[in-house]
């Protein structure tokens, strides 16, 4: 059967090694037996490529963006020893809710839930822009948002959305962590449903070749939306 345009995986930058894809919104990387999703990553790049990239990352269901593959198992080794090492840099784009600080750093511990383990976790953030919209919120006359840049430097579960969250300013569209009344007046006034964080760019050197690559993604349309909505502009994500 073949694969309709709608789940072509849209690749950002290949070679031989690697291909760096443009994860979609909703789509899970792969099966697993928390979910019975018949539709997932891997499945679309089995049905895309004679032999398929394997993921060497992963990011969570809702969120889009970048997403490093491997050809090889070799090359899969190579790139997850940068991951483990804190050598990539990433940078995701998010929507918060109220006023974030314009900069600063993060340093919570958070809990394996398979180990229920504390784990040593660090992200790092900076504002880019802000909106106060003159819809009533709560006991405030406006709506308060922020768009923030956001680099994890440790890989825990949820470790954006739950230092956001912990620090006051959830994701919007965040249903885990998030603040329910926050995600459903973003709805219902400006009919943007969805978790509001992409993966905006991974800044490394190739394992294999030592070439600097700069791999990034625009942000999908419920993105654009909101940019539109709130009058922002897309920054450059690499500051």
Known sequence: MEQSKEDTIDILWQD?????INKPAGVLIHRSIFSSDRDTLVKRLYSQFEKPPLPVHRL???VSGVLAAAFSKEAAAALSACFRESTIRKTYWAVVRGYIPEEGRIEKELKNYET???KEAVTTFKRLDTAE????????ETSRYSLVAVQPLTGRFHQIRRHLAGLG???VGDTSHGDTFCNHHFTEHFHVDGLMLH???LELT???TGEELCITA???KRFESVFEIFNWKFLDNRD
Do not use: N, Q, T, V
């Not at 031989?16 to 760096?20: K, L, P, S, V």
């Not at 919209?133 to 405030?140: A, G, V």
């Open 169 to 171: 300013y959830p994701i």
């Open 218 to 220: 625009e942000p999908p």
């Open 206 to 208: 190739h394992p294999l």
């Open 60 to 62: 969570d269901r809702p």
């Open 116 to 118: 229920l383990e504390m």
């Open 133 to 140: 919209i003159p819809i009533p919120s709560r006991k405030f």
């Open 199 to 201: 993966a905006g760019a």
């Open 16 to 20: 031989e090694h690697y291909a760096f």
